[in-house]
């Protein structure tokens, strides 16, 4: 583990260009790995390259390895204002995410680190150890008033370092403690390790997990999320937690048109005889850096599925690659996103998903006394 002054001292990284906003690139696909680049963020000031002398020198880079940083925010719960979404604040325990999905709307977030959003975003993880902490003594202030908390909402918290650091299992058992109302949305089958609290807290309607599914089919997930759970290991997930009496969502997202969007009903055929009982999607969206690094990706994958995938994307965007707009940016507009919508709505019906929707309780919340204060006498 290194703290982020150790991060600028890694001989990883060419000190001369800490600073400038420029890390870079490595020039050779890595093998596990979602992005095919490194390429410059937006802030930079200038762009590098390596280019092979003509003596196989390429071959003798480092191979890419995972590092581990440490970031010490100083609160944790994060607010929102957007009429898209279903909650108003969540925590986000890591920064940057190693399962590496390619279309990942968060990887431009590791541009205000100096860092890439490529290959950086999903090898260069920053952990918040202080997470657990903060969240107490935010939950603990007399003003608060709670609101249903997201785990999940820009980076995994189930991805593969919480098995080392744990810090989400830290922060639910806050949130169990204060008996607070969160959701999870995750990639990873690991979040069945903490089925004893999630349980706990479903029987009080206090938590929800969605679950991710983006395609049934184990070689484009490998592709596409390289080191996320598989999706059979993502149905038994959902399997686990409705047995265990965890209200549980499926959630396609993002639906790519022309790659993924064939798969909609069976996904929710397969997420539905697993237990789930909700179900959810999303439209890919290609904010600044992702739409280059989603390009790239899907020319050298499926060079022979480019130009049809990129002209749906462009079609449920108002003729633009990405779009921003309230009110349809989650879903896109237009005739492709119009039918992908009633598609999704007719199998969920035949299904009987959404049919009902656990709403989640703030009344049952408590401070519970803590470590020197003093009780009260009333």
Known sequence: MATLMDMRRSPALDPALMGTGKLTSLPQLERGRGARSNPHHRFAEYEESYVDDGWDSLADLPRLRTEVFTETPKSIIT????PDISFDRSINPYRGCEHGCVYCYARPAHS???????????SKLFIKPNAAALLRQELTAPNYQPRTIALGANTDPYQPIERTYRITRQVI??????????????????????????????????????ISVTTLDAKLARSMEPRASTPNKRLRAIEELAKAGIPTVVMIGPIIPGLNDHEIENILKAAHSAGARQAGYTMLRLPFEVKGIFKDWLEKEFPD???????????????????????ERMTGSGPVAWTIGRRFQLACQRLGLNASKVKLRHDLFAKPPQPGEQLSLI
């Open 305 to 327: 599925r480019y130009a049809k995938v990129m002209a749906n994307v462009k079609d449920v965007r108002g003729g633009r690659e990405t779009s921003s707009q309230w009110g």
């Open 173 to 210: 058992e806050v949130l169990q403690e204060f008996q607070h109302p969160f959701g999870i949305v995750t990639k990873s089958a690991s979040v069945t390790r903490d089925i004893d609290i999630l349980q706990d807290m479903a029987r009080h309607d206090l938590v929800k997990v969605a």
């Open 112 to 122: 205000y680190m100096g860092l890439s959003p490529g290959l950086d975003f999903e």
């Open 79 to 82: 607010r929102n204002e957007s």
